[in-house]
């Protein structure tokens, strides 16, 4: 029996799609399946849907129309940087139980599901015991589960490849470039065949990274978001937040390897991460001006303030740091402008992976 914790606002939302779902002929049709992706980072956990349109075992993955594109699960932890598999689980079972109770008809039509691990756990061990047990309750039901833990190099790839086949996505003939900021790594990967053709990457994640400064006093001060207007204070600012970082990023040498790397015009350079989402919900495009202003914005508020937008509680409390992270780390690399992807990108394309789902897909 899977745990069930009531969501209600969700829970409303996924009713109205129950009885359209599989009304949808494409979703019954007889050489059609579904396939789940649960992507787990460590910090959130993914649910994307697919279905499988076969043509001579070739298959194309297409979203469900009745369902949204991925559904994203939090812990209930809020201020820690990495999270155990009893967290991580607990987001898995509550995605279940919700899909399970308001889709009872779609778990039939679930024909493989996929597990990637692509985030940080306290350790390897770790890593493990939440593919272990997440593949022991599929089986369980009687369902085929795939399971792979995949580097932040190794994620950054697979977005890179995803993206030369979204050729909407190519609006100029510039090289592309990928930035993704991991929970351990920053990644950046190119695509052409110029001199930077190989992956680089750095262990400065912005949690890592957070944990080896947040005992450093008083600087990271600058970068406590203040519980309260009692608790403002000049110490508490973005522009005091990026100086105390850089100063320690280049104590730890850790930009070294990004020290020849500019990431300028003659690029088009990407992002992906939903914590992108919470800043920009309805924007692709975005400047290191806007960056800027959005971190003096937000660096400003208390945590009350920052929960009358709609920013989740767990992301409240370093918000100006990740903000003040991700400013400085754009400055290191030269960026002007960059575009922000969703990781369905990838996600979707790792649905047919013939390598991911073998026997099923070429």
């Known amino acids: 029996m899977i745990p069930f914790r009531p969501q209600s606002i969700l829970l409303t939302l996924l009713f109205v799609y129950q009885c359209s779902i599989f009304s949808d002929k494409d979703v019954l049709k007889k050489d059609t399946s579904v396939h789940l992706i649960l992507n787990s980072t460590g910090y959130a956990t993914e649910f994307c849907l697919y279905r499988m349109e076969k043509t001579n075992e070739i298959c194309q993955p297409k979203t469900l129309y009745s369902y949204p594109k991925c559904v994203e699960y939090f812990p209930e932890n ?12 607990d987001q898995i079972y509550k995605g279940l139980a919700e899909l399970e109770i308001s889709l009872p008809m779609l778990k039939s039509k679930i024909d493989n599901v996929g597990f990637l691990v692509s ?32 580097t932040g190099e190794e994620e950054t790839k697979l977005i890179l490849a995803a993206l030369t086949l979204e050729e909407e996505k190519r609006t100029t003939n510039k090289e592309s470039a990928i930035l993704q900021i991991e929970t351990d790594t920053v990644d950046i990967a190119f695509s052409g065949s110029g001199k930077n053709t190989k992956p680089i990457s750095s262990k400065i994640g912005i949690n890592l990274f957070l944990e080896e400064i947040s005992q450093i006093k008083p600087g990271i001060n600058a970068c406590r978001q203040p519980i309260s207007s009692f608790f403002k204070s000049e110490a508490s600012s973005f522009e005091g937040c990026k100086k105390f970082l850089l100063e320690n990023l280049n104590k730890s040498k850790r930009l070294l390897p990004f020290a020849k ?60 740091y990740a903000l003040s992270y991700k400013a400085v780390l754009a400055e290191s690399l030269g960026l002007k402008n960059f575009r922000i992807l969703k990781k369905d990108i990838y996600l979707k394309n790792f649905s047919a992976s013939p390598s991911f789902f073998p026997g099923i897909c070429k």
Do not use: H, M, R
């Open 261 to 320: 790397i500019k990431l300028d015009d003659t690029y088009e350079v990407y992002s992906v991460g939903s914590s992108w989402n919470y800043f920009y919900p309805n924007k692709e495009n975005i400047s290191i001006e806007e960056l800027n202003k959005t971190g003096n914005e937000f660096c400003s508020l208390t945590i009350d303030e920052i929960l009358k937008k709609g920013i989740k509680k767990k992301n409240a409390y370093n918000l100006c």
């Open 78 to 89: 809020s201020n820690a940087a990495d999270f155990s598999s009893k967290e991580t689980l």
């Open 119 to 150: 985030g940080s756990f306290s350790s390897a061990k770790e890593s493990k015991s939440v593919i272990q047990d997440v593949e022991k309750y599929f089986k369980s039901e009687g369902i085929k589960v795939n399971s792979k833990i995949i």
